[in-house]
């Protein structure tokens, strides 16, 4: 039996998924895999709450606030933002949105002491984490796709020497968590190269199968 009953509900012509349980679901992949833009049509097609521990950060560092002062040397340099601090962002959120039935999770967990954590503050709730779906982009492709970004957006953290550590943090400290989930059983990956739309279709269609 699958716990995620969704119903589909129309108004203003829109057709919007709701799941009688929370769904809480994981974007995996590395840094440029395209997370972020698919995380928030996600979100938007199930009514689902965007969780981006990368733009929580760049919003705490454009205000200058304690945690944005704490966090920016790391942050631009590629290196992860302590566990401890995740925690604390992570409660918040959840807080912030106790009547959410779901939430996209975008840029977290990326240890798997984050990944403990997740599972402690939903079991909290009395939740867990439905399914991880990961984009797999290559090393190639991510780094000409950072250097692009890099021209557009001006991130700090998009230089040449930055991404080259992003993407090593990224192979050491957050791959790993790929076979956590798949010990868990709710891993699943899907290529991250073509059209918005197309891999988003792709990623609909295995939400689908799994709700
Ligand atoms: P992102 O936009 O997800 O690529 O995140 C940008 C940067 O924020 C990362 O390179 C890390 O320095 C930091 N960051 C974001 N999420 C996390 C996380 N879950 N754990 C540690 N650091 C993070």
Sequence with gaps: MNAHLPYICGNDGLLTIKFSNMFNFILFGPPGSGKGTQSVKI????????????????????????????????????????????????????????????????????TIQQAKDLDTMLAKRKDSVSLVLALEVDDDEILKRLLKRAEIEGRKDDTKEVIANRIGVYNSQTQPLIDFYKGKNKFKSIHGLGGIDQIFAGICKIIDQHI
């Design 43 to 110: 979100a938007e097609k199930y009514n689902l709450v965007h969780i981006s521990t990368g733009d929580i950060f760049r919003k705490n560092i454009r205000e200058k606030t304690p945690l944005g002062i704490k966090v920016q040397s790391i942050i631009e340099k590629g290196e992860l933002v302590p566990d401890s601090l995740l925690i604390e962002i992570l409660e918040d959120a959840l807080q912030q949105h106790s009547t959410a039935k779901g939430f996209v999770f975008d840029g977290f967990p990326r």
